[in-house]
């Protein structure tokens, strides 16, 4: 059975359920500036919830996920700089 919890969903507070998920595959995306500095950014999610009492126009179920960024810079000379954004 999953977790029942109340998340904020368009300024409203509302039932969920916490569902349990899986990452079939990871990747990161990189950006490579003009100035040939490099950005690579991998997205992470720590929680997925579905609405219970709240569908889409078209009967679908709404999913929210939380989650976060981490960040890698490669300076043109190749020196690394990493950063996380929660």
């Known amino acids: 059975m999953n977790t029942k919890v109340k998340v904020v969903h368009e300024g409203e507070t509302v039932d969920a359920e916490e569902m349990p998920f899986r990452v079939p595959v990871e990747s990161a995306m990189v950006c490579e500036i003009e ?36 960040v890698k810079q490669i300076q043109p000379g190749g020196t690394a700089k990493s950063g996380e954004n929660q």
Do not use: N, Q, S
């Not at 690579?40 to 929210?64: F, S």
């Open 35 to 70: 100035d040939g500095t490099r950005v690579e950014i991998k997205h992470w999610i720590k929680h997925v919830y579905r609405l219970c009492d709240k569908k889409k126009d078209d009967g679908t179920p709404i999913y929210l996920m939380t989650g976060g960024a981490d």
